[in-house]
Nanobody
Framework: VQLVESGGGLVQPGGSLRLSCAASGFTFSTVHMNWYRQAPGKEREWVAG???????TYKESVKGRFTISRDNGKKTVFLQMNSLKPEDTAVYYCNFMDYWGKGTLVTVSS
């Protein structure tokens, strides 16, 4: 199993980023996928999840700003992040079951 995140970077408050997670080594279309994040000095927290059927759920603080989606043909899950805030600064991780990617750093700062 391999999960590889990409798309992180430095963005100003109010800006947008789109994270991607490329999956391999398992039947991607049949599993629930998640995004988590870990801010400096804080514990890792769940951000969003998407079912194999495309149903999505979100942490309250990102509702209306973040959108999780998936492309089963490309075995990729995405996280579109809009209206970013400094408190969104974190390493973002792709996850399913006990498997994790190495993360991609998102820094929101002016």
């Amino acid at each position: 199993v391999q999960l590889v995140e990409s798309g992180g970077g430095l963005v100003q408050p109010g800006g947008s980023l789109r994270l991607s997670c490329a999956a391999s080594g398992f039947t991607f279309s049949t599993v629930h996928m998640n995004w988590y994040r870990q801010a400096p000095g804080k514990e890792r927290e769940w951000v969003a999840g998407i079912t194999r059927f495309g149903g999505s759920t979100y942490k309250e603080s990102v509702k209306g700003r973040f959108t999780i989606s998936r492309d089963n043909g490309k075995k990729t899950v995405f996280l579109q992040m809009n209206s970013l805030k400094p408190e969104d600064t974190a390493v973002y991780y792709c996850n399913f079951m006990d498997y994790w990617g190495k993360g991609t750093l998102v820094t929101v700062s002016s």
